[in-house]
């Protein structure tokens, strides 16, 4: 399958579509689109095509005077030298309601960084793309095997967004993660508020989401907010309730408790073994040592003390820090 083929293969069953943008896109079957100069080019709920708008002048060559990674299809407009560069995707990213976010959450970097190192339009809302199938456009295919995200992200700077923990910027598939993310937080807050049924929650978590969406330009399409609101507010209802999260807060704070009581045996490890091999040492030496206070030392010694019945040994691994014996050494 070459990848015209493979193009048209991964358009949907309907989609957005228009000759002329100034008249506006219309909801149209597949057997219509494939005609049209500006179509729907990735399903609603998959990403099989990055699609990046590059209105240089010279957009023809760009890709190959910046060393940038070739497209696979390349889509000119004579009349003014602005192409659409297509990277297809080996295996299409979903973005169902029940998938993984975590591939979504790569290939939204990927594309952060791509439209950067390609100086593309951040603007661009990657919904439509010059069809490659029209007579009005040039098209060429600088690149016939198809990408996966691993080896786009080898031909581009990722640093800056590897990081999850960070938020991706506001553009290209950056908006989905953001809405997702400041969405699903609100929402976990929202659910702990009594609601007299679902629907009503549902409807408040919209309201919300498009608030979140009206932020971006340009925002994303309705039926995407739509869809991502649906799937958080279904969820975080059969989920989330006062409740559960007083039962999650219970098991967390378990956890956290066991984690830090596990350090602190660590440590209280640390300490007299530091002790007994260097029976020199006072107690505010082996607080240098271990970054600690010289009351740590001395509650974990003394603590150490209580769980062993040979006094004996308690004076070896013991100092006093009574002011009169302080600056003595541990004997």
């Known amino acids: 399958m070459n990848l015209l083929q493979t193009f048209n293969a991964r358009l949907p069953s309907h989609g957005y579509a228009t000759d002329d943008l ?28 990055l699609a990046y708008d590059v209105d240089s002048g010279t957009a023809l060559f760009d890709w190959d005077d910046n060393r940038n990674p070739p497209p ?47 100086h593309a339009d951040p603007g661009y809302s990657k919904l439509l793309c010059k069809n490659p199938m029209s007579d009005r456009w ?46 699903r937080r609100w929402a976990y807050r929202a659910r702990r508020q009594p609601y007299l049924s679902e629907e009503l929650f549902q409807y408040r978590v919209l309201c919300q989401g498009l608030s979140i969406n009206a932020e971006f330009s340009p925002p994303l399409a309705h039926n995407e907010v739509r869809s991502t609101v649906k799937s958080i507010s279904r969820w975080t209802w059969r989920n989330m309730s006062n409740e559960s999260f007083n039962e999650w807060q219970r098991a967390n704070g378990k956890r956290s408790g066991a984690i830090r009581h596990a350090k602190a045996m660590e440590l209280r490890k640390q300490i007299i073994e530091t002790a007994r091999q260097c029976p020199t040492l006072v107690q505010a030496d082996i607080a240098a040592i271990h970054g600690v206070t010289q009351q740590t030392v001395s509650n974990h010694l003394r603590d150490y003390a ?13 100092s006093d820090n009574s002011p009169e014996r302080r600056g003595q050494v541990i004997s």
């Open 22 to 49: 100034t008249r506006g896109v219309r909801f149209v079957p597949l057997s219509v689109l494939i005609q049209k100069a500006i179509i729907q080019f990735n399903w609603r709920h998959s990403v099989g095509f």
């Open 72 to 118: 696979n299809i390349l889509v000119w407009n004579p009349n003014n030298g602005h192409a659409h560069y297509l990277y297809g995707l080996k295996a299409p990213v979903h973005k169902y309601n029940d998938a993984n976010p975590k591939p979504l959450r790569y290939l939204a970097a990927v594309d952060v960084a791509m439209t950067a190192e390609l």
């Open 138 to 183: 040039i098209v060429s295919y600088p690149r016939r095997e198809l990408y996966d995200l691993d080896e786009l992200a080898s031909w581009i700077e990722m640093t800056p967004y590897e990081d999850r923990r960070r938020r991706l910027p506001a553009i290209g598939l950056g908006r989905n993660c953001l809405l997702f993310e400041d969405l």
């Open 306 to 318: 209580r769980t062993i019945s040979d006094k004996d040994q308690y004076k070896r691994t013991i």
